[in-house]
């Protein structure tokens, strides 16, 4: 089944491409890898949370912030390059804005990976890393990007 | 126009390729990327200011040494393919020493990415990540990685 | 000499490679590059210690938590390829769980870029790029990532 049609099965809808925050574009193709920038968990244009990890957000609500980066995301790769023409997912970066002593950036990142393994299946599986930052832009909790082969 | 001949143009000089802070590279090519170190606003061998945004360095201060830290990637570009061997700026990641409640990174880092679209024009579009983090080597308030195809 | 024979010749031993702290794979082969997930300093599954760099962690033992890194980034490579095939080392990125005012992140990861100079040679010198983060998964002091040539 295509991605496409697996996001469509899981009632998903890919949002609009969010406006970059700066002077730069949302994702870069290259040879066989795109790059996205980093996406931030906006929806309709406005931060659906803000605060960090381990004080205003629990992981649980982290983990749905992770899952609308990640929409955001595939939305800029279906906009460059058509999401079926995913091969592989290669690498996530997360970052988590983490409140002293928060240390579950693994747990909250699982809300993006597991998405991608419900829409791309084995070509969902990817490399990670997990990093916990003292702020993101605009107060935004999590902040994801991706490497994919196409 | 070449990306020599605008930086000419633009009154800028690449200066010389900084020592790396430790047992590294400056930068290396594969195939067709070159990946640069993390590049610090060094002038002359020293941090041309230290300290955090939203604490000693404000937003204006903080875009001139995101410029100062893209000469410097440039110039380790430079001195290993050549600056107009670059083909497209792919990525960029910046790193801003943050403050507690400093959100402002991606002004911070426009600084940088005007730059490149000064330089490179339309081949100077990339993806970006934008992150604030708690301290960067050497008291540098930002520090900027490339992923450039050459 | 080949990469195994300088590890065994040093005394070192590639670990078994570690459970995934998460919904991920330890590292992706896509084409000829493979990225490793952000690799903590497991020993055994547990962590070789907790804390941060400027407190609980002094730079000595940092570097040898880099080191436990590396070690276990290259048993996630070999898994994956075989330690022989790999050509290059592209990047290390490099993550330090800092207290404030620590800014010796290089010095930390000089653990890691040493170790790979002396099991590579001349294929071990890569593009670096050090970070002082606020928090990392499970308490980990250092958190690297690789990207490799094969």
Redesign the interface.
């Known amino acids: 089944m295509s991605a496409l049609a697996r996001l469509s099965e899981l009632g998903l809808v890919l949002p609009p491409v969010a406006t970059?925050?700066?002077?730069?574009?949302?994702?870069?193709r290259?040879?066989?890898?795109v790059?996205?920038?980093?996406q931030l968990p906006l929806v309709g244009g406005a931060m659906a949370a803000t605060g960090k990890l381990g004080a205003e957000i629990d992981t649980a609500q982290g983990q749905r912030l992770a899952e609308t980066c990640v929409l955001n995301a595939l939305a800029v790769v279906h906009d460059l390059v058509g999401l079926d023409a995913v091969v592989?997912v290669?690498?996530?970066?997360g970052?988590v804005?983490?409140a002293?002593?928060?240390?579950?950036?693994?747990?909250v990142?699982?809300g993006a990976?597991?998405l991608l393994?419900k829409i791309f299946g084995q070509a969902g599986?990817?490399?990670?890393?997990?990093?916990?930052?003292?702020?993101?832009?605009?107060?935004?909790p999590v902040?994801i990007?991706l490497?994919v082969?196409v």
């Open positions: 970059p925050a700066g002077a730069y574009v949302p994702a870069v290259t040879g066989s890898f790059f996205t920038a980093g592989r290669v690498k996530v970066v970052y804005a983490s002293p002593g928060f240390t579950a950036q693994p747990a990142l699982n990976s597991e393994g599986r990817h490399a990670r890393s997990a990093v916990g930052v003292a702020e993101l832009p605009l107060g935004a902040e990007e490497v082969e």
